[in-house]
């Protein structure tokens, strides 16, 4: 008797990343998201008879460009190949692919999970055109195709994945790469990247592969695992009871948290793959790959080895800061202009990103820029404001998009410093505070922090912190 309370799990991901073409796959069709359905379309992406397809260079370079990136081989010779299947969303009665020989071969992904370093080794990439859209409401069913024929990009990986943890980590780390390279961007609402994923369970120790089951177009990070959980649960639940499982692929019910039965899985040989009659095999020279291979950026892993190395930012800082291209290009442009790179860090991790998302804009469209943080830390280190003047300072730059020496002058911000002043304002708080004062000479010395904060009120936050508690201390000695 097998004990499925000691199994294994085995998880292969499929990736559909929507490339951000202008154009569709194999027409000149635009791919905007959201217009009026059916407005996108022409004869070659609706399946006319007589048409033929051109491909579309861009999503080509794209594809290779994310091979690169993934340290896959590029195929110098590469084909199309129809995958015959019927659906009301697929005009042309097969989807245009590739099958035995992908653009892209191998590569791998690296993750972070837990701090343990895995390796995910890829498969294969290739492109494909993507189908349209069944829309069911209560006048019946309806099919758009503005979405048949927009390029689209299938990362598989080997079923090397061995929790819903490291899947999801995965998609992550893949979305982050996509939106570097600019191929994609990345939006799982909007169905740019969508997840399929096979899983089955094994008892630990054992090789043979179980029979696995196919969960389909999961479109959410949190989904990816909360689906994975459920189905794995599900599979050793009816291993343990007796039972087996069917190949076949499920849905995820978001609403129910279960996932259910579809339909029973396709093997390739039902799709009848052949190579596609309307395209000439791709052959692609070592001169553009190396053309591409120029275009790709500085990407994730790099940055944060370097922000580490360079800028001795702790890895949580780092991997925070080198998440999103444009949040990085922020960062290092903030570091050019000479601020110390962990303040820079602070900052950013503290009010800039709180003030981002609550009022949703973008890194890049935010009017407080690496100069206007720049001149506010030169603000502090000098001693001109504290940190807490700072603070609303920050917030007021954010909101205005004036300087931080601007808002000082005009508010009148400047610290006060002055140990004669501040001895005035410590001597009258004491005046007016006997009971507290009595305590804190009686041993209560954690009634510094009310002394301070009176003196704060008094000066409108103005007051030098540091001046201020050493000045208290020889007050009440
Ligand atoms: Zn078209």
Same mark, same amino acid.
């Not at 990439?125 to 993507?130: A, G, V």
């Not at 999961?218 to 990816?224: A, G, L, M, V, Y």
């Not at 020279?285 to 553009?288: I, L, R």
């Not at 001693?383 to 609303?392: E, F, R, S």
């Given at each position: 008797?097998?004990d499925?309370?000691d199994?294994?799990?085995?998880?292969?991901?499929e990736?559909?990343?929507?490339m951000?073409?202008h154009?569709?796959?194999?027409c000149?069709?635009?791919?905007?998201?959201?217009?009026?359905?059916?407005t996108?379309t022409?004869?070659?992406c609706?399946?006319?008879p007589?048409?033929l397809?051109?491909?579309n260079k861009?999503a080509?370079?794209?594809?290779?460009?994310?091979?690169l990136?993934?340290?896959?081989?590029i195929?110098?010779?590469s084909?199309?190949?129809?995958?015959n299947?019927f659906y009301?969303d697929?005009?042309?009665? !097969?989807q $245009?692919?590739?099958?035995e020989?992908?653009?892209? =071969? #191998? &590569?791998f992904?690296?993750?972070?999970?837990d701090?343990?370093?895995?390796?995910?080794?890829?498969?294969r990439?290739?492109?494909?055109?993507?189908a349209g859209?069944n829309?069911?409401d209560g006048?019946?069913?309806?099919v758009d195709l503005?979405?048949?024929?927009?390029?689209?990009?299938?990362?598989?990986s080997?079923?090397?994945?061995?929790?819903?943890k490291?899947?999801?980590a995965?998609?992550?780390?893949?979305?982050?790469?996509?939106?570097?390279?600019?191929v994609c961007?990345?939006?799982?609402e909007?169905g740019?990247?969508?997840?399929?994923?096979n899983?089955s369970?094994?008892?630990?120790?054992?090789e043979?592969l179980?029979?696995?089951?196919?969960?389909?177009n999961?479109?959410?990070?949190?989904?990816?695992e909360?689906?994975?959980e !459920?189905? $794995?649960?599900?599979?050793?639940r009816?291993l343990? =009871? #007796? &039972?087996r499982?069917?190949?076949?692929?499920?849905?995820?019910?978001t609403s129910?948290?279960v996932?259910?039965?579809?339909?029973?899985k396709?093997e390739?040989?039902?799709?009848?793959?052949?190579?596609?009659?309307d395209?000439v095999?791709?052959?692609v020279?070592?001169?553009?790959i190396?053309?591409?291979?120029?275009?790709?950026p500085?990407?994730p892993d790099?940055?944060?080895?370097?922000?580490?190395?360079?800028?001795?930012?702790?890895a949580?800082d780092?991997?925070?800061?080198a998440s999103?291209?444009?949040t990085?290009a922020?960062?290092e442009?903030?570091?050019?202009?000479?601020?110390?790179?962990k303040?820079?860090?602070n900052?950013?991790?503290?009010e800039?990103m709180?003030l981002l998302n609550e009022?949703?804009?973008?890194i890049?469209?935010?009017q407080?820029?690496?100069?206007?943080?720049c001149?506010?830390?030169?603000?502090?280190?000098d001693?001109?404001?504290?940190?807490?003047?700072?603070?609303?300072v920050?917030?007021?730059?954010?909101?205005t998009?004036k300087?931080?020496g601007?808002?000082?002058?005009?508010?009148?911000?400047v610290?006060?410093s002055?140990?004669g002043?501040?001895?005035?304002t410590v001597?009258?708080?004491?005046?007016?505070?006997?009971n507290?004062?009595?305590?804190y000479k009686?041993?209560?010395?954690?009634l510094t922090g009310?002394?301070?904060?009176e003196?704060?009120?008094?000066?409108?936050?103005?007051?030098?912190p540091?001046?201020?508690n050493?000045?208290l201390k020889?007050l009440l000695?």
């Open positions: 008797m097998k499925y309370n199994y294994e799990t085995v998880i292969g991901l990736i559909h990343a929507q951000r073409t154009s569709k796959m194999f000149g069709c635009p791919t905007t998201f959201g217009s009026e359905p059916n996108q022409c004869p070659v609706i399946g006319m007589g048409v397809p051109v491909i861009t080509l370079e794209f594809t290779i460009k994310t091979g990136a993934l340290s896959c081989r195929s110098p010779f084909r199309f190949a129809r995958k299947y009301p697929l005009p042309k009665g !097969y $245009i692919s590739q099958y020989l992908p653009i892209c =071969e #191998g &590569g992904v690296m993750l972070n999970v701090g343990a370093e895995r390796r995910i080794n890829l498969t990439i290739h492109m494909e055109e993507d859209k829309i069911h006048a019946g069913s309806h503005n979405r048949a024929g927009v390029p689209l990009m299938e990362i598989v080997e079923p090397e994945i061995r929790t819903p490291e899947a999801a995965y998609v992550r780390k893949l979305r982050t790469i996509l939106r570097y390279l600019d961007d990345g939006n799982m909007e740019s990247l969508r997840c399929d994923a899983v369970i094994r008892p630990r120790g054992t043979a179980g029979v696995k089951t196919e969960i389909k999961i479109n959410s990070f949190k989904f990816i909360k689906a994975l !459920y189905e $794995i649960e599900r599979q050793r009816v343990s =009871e #007796g &039972g499982i069917i190949q076949e692929t499920r849905l995820w019910n129910a948290g996932t259910e039965s579809m339909r029973s396709e390739a040989h039902d799709y009848r793959y052949f190579p596609e009659p395209l095999p791709l052959m020279d070592d001169g553009w190396s053309e591409i291979k120029k275009g790709i500085e990407l790099d940055k944060i080895r370097r922000y580490i190395e360079e800028f001795k930012l702790p949580y780092a991997d925070l800061l999103e291209k444009q990085a922020w960062f442009e903030a570091v050019s202009l000479g601020a110390n790179p303040d820079i860090s900052w950013m991790m503290g800039l709180r009022k949703a804009i973008a890049e469209a935010s407080l820029t690496p100069v206007h943080l001149g506010l830390i030169k603000l502090v280190s001693g001109t404001i504290n940190l807490k003047i700072a603070k609303t920050f917030e007021d730059m954010f909101n998009g300087t931080a601007e808002l000082v002058k005009e508010k009148g911000l610290q006060i002055d140990v002043e501040l001895e005035k001597e009258q708080v004491i005046a007016e505070s006997p507290e004062t009595a305590r009686a041993g209560e010395t954690k009310f002394f301070v904060g003196v704060m009120k008094k000066t409108r936050g103005k007051a030098n540091k001046a201020v050493e000045i020889r000695g």
